[in-house]
């Protein structure tokens, strides 16, 4: 099954500084790209583990004894590790978002591209779609996540126009949505499908509640000088990685102990995002709105009482 090229390929592989006995997880398998770089530095001895809840990109499993692939969300890290008997992992790498695959499948109803039900789900097991959402949301919160996944200038707009629209008619496919859309739309119409559609499949698949997941767990799974690498396309997940990096919390707050100590999870390795290349853009135009954020995980544990 034919996938896109991975996005900081060279970036995010150098940042893992992969030692060939190594254990490894690549949180967002995909068609495997990243995961074969990895491989290629990794020795008879190293290990690598790669998520995905997608079951199209469980036909790009490698055929590799070094290498397992779980079929399941990686809020499920811990889990999933420690059923395999690995309690610590020398590099975690997370490229999130929706893969180039899932936005050309018509069927999967990710791109208003296409002429297809509303489903969107990354892991079509979950019982929550687009569709559900449309029909069964309040105004209130329809407006709240075109506001904050999508930022939709007029959220409120929409989604009172989604909720009158309803209830004439079901709303169902990509067809119905953009009937309703398009007499409300706001400046350039493919900018503002595109928000549209980005904030709902990230409701359908709570992709901010798995990257706070995720992110909490890497603090338990990684060893002393591992190295957790986020590659992000939107800037509540890129803001949700540095803040996780500065100290180890979704709010972003400074955690500290009786001495006033600042608890500090990881040392920061990318003061500034890396971005790609416009020679990447080139290639791969889904790299464009790509960030990249690196943390070495320092040996401190949580309201551990320090000397500076």
């Known amino acids: 099954m034919e996938y896109h090229l991975p996005v900081l390929a060279s970036e995010s592989i150098n940042a893992l500084e992969i030692k060939p006995d190594g254990v490894y997880v690549d949180a967002?398998?995909?068609?495997?790209?990243?995961?074969?770089?990895?491989?290629?530095?990794?020795?008879?001895?190293?290990?690598?583990?790669?998520?995905?809840?997608?079951?199209?990109?469980?036909?790009?499993?490698l055929e590799d004894d070094r290498f397992t692939l779980?079929?399941?969300?990686?809020?499920f890290?811990?889990?999933?590790?420690?059923?395999?008997?690995i309690k610590k992992v020398d590099g975690i790498l997370a490229d999130l978002g929706v893969s180039s695959h899932q936005l050309d499948v018509p069927e999967r109803g990710f791109s208003f591209r296409f002429q297809s039900d509303l489903d969107m789900r990354m892991n079509q097991s979950d019982d929550l779609t687009a569709a559900k959402i449309l029909n069964d949301y309040s105004a209130e919160a329809l407006q709240q996540?075109?506001?904050?996944?999508?930022?939709?200038?007029?959220?409120?707009?929409?989604?009172?126009?989604?909720?009158?629209?309803?209830?004439?008619?079901?709303i169902t496919t990509i067809h119905d949505l953009l009937q309703i859309i398009d007499p409300?739309?706001?400046?350039?119409?493919?900018?503002?499908?595109?928000?549209?559609f980005q904030a709902l499949r990230m409701e359908v698949n709570d992709e901010v509640g798995a990257l706070v997941d995720l992110l909490s767990q890497s603090i338990a799974v990684l060893r002393e000088g591992g190295l957790l690498v986020v590659i992000a396309?939107?800037?509540?997940?890129?803001?949700?990685?540095?803040?996780f990096l500065r100290f180890g919390n979704e709010e972003g707050k400074a955690i500290k102990d009786f001495y006033g100590n600042i608890y500090r999870p990881f040392k920061i390795l990318t003061k500034k995002a890396v971005l790609p290349t416009e020679e990447e853009i080139a290639r791969n135009s889904r790299a464009r709105s790509a960030k990249m954020r690196v943390g070495r995980?320092?040996?401190?544990?949580?309201?551990?009482?320090?000397?500076?």
Do not use: W
């Open 28 to 61: 967002t398998f995909g068609g495997g790209g990243h995961s074969r770089l990895i491989l290629e530095k990794l020795g008879d001895k190293g290990r690598l583990f790669g998520f995905d809840q997608d079951q199209d990109a469980h036909e790009n499993a």
């Open 70 to 75: 779980i079929p399941h969300n990686f809020r």
């Open 77 to 85: 890290l811990q889990r999933f590790l420690r059923l395999h008997g």
């Open 145 to 170: 996540i075109f506001s904050k996944f999508g930022e939709v200038r007029n959220a409120k707009t929409l989604a009172h126009k989604i909720t009158s629209e309803r209830s004439l008619q079901a």
């Open 184 to 196: 409300v739309i706001r400046g350039q119409r493919h900018k503002y499908l595109a928000q549209v």
């Open 233 to 243: 396309y939107h800037s509540i997940e890129d803001r949700l990685a540095k803040d």
């Open 297 to 308: 995980r320092t040996g401190q544990d949580p309201f551990e009482e320090t000397e500076e």
